[in-house]
């Protein structure tokens, strides 16, 4: 852990996606959201992160908890561990995950064109506003959804832990016409590690 807090993360949270079978993700996530005030936005962000595989929840300043957050329909909080942080500066993460806020703001990368960290932790400001300054200053990355405008905090989440399944999951390519591919991707075989011969000195 970096100073003490999240205990280290599970990491089985992708074998419960299932297209088909067992779609099985790389690394480990967490989704947070800072100064939530909404209990049912929280119910559907917490619902969403169970369903998508993330291995925490962490909420920054919030105003209520995830045992205030009924409509969570799926008791998502009884799977998924939920911490809570009063400021930003309280906030730590496991060691080695990176802090990815998400927010519609000039400098930040367009989803679609964003590479995710194994290790990461996505964090997304209020219902009515953006993250704090202090907020922005810890991210390692700052990512925006290509929208016109603001997206429900729910619908956000949703959209940027597919975009990470997408990424980082293992699915067959999609076909060049319309539809869905006529063969699954190949399971991944593992084998001896490849040795490539060392540089010739008089070449170089």
Known sequence: MAGGGLPGPRHDGGRR??????????????IGAEGISKAMNLGNLVRSAHAFGASFVFLVDAWYTARAARSDTSRAEGHLPVYDFPSVEALTLPRGCRLVGVELVDEAIPLPSFRHPL??????????????????????????????????LGVAGAIVMYDRMLSLGRFAERPVGAGGPRQPRP????????????????RS
């Open 119 to 152: 290790q990461a932790a996505y964090v997304f400001g209020p219902e009515r506003g953006s993250l704090s300054p202090a907020m922005l200053a810890r991210c390692d990355f700052v990512v925006r959804i290509p929208t016109r405008f603001c997206i429900n």
């Open 187 to 202: 399971p991944h075989v593992h084998g001896n590690p490849v040795l490539r011969p060392a540089a010739d000195p008089r």
């Open 17 to 30: 996606l299932h297209d088909g079978g067992t779609t099985k993700t790389r690394g480990y996530f967490g």
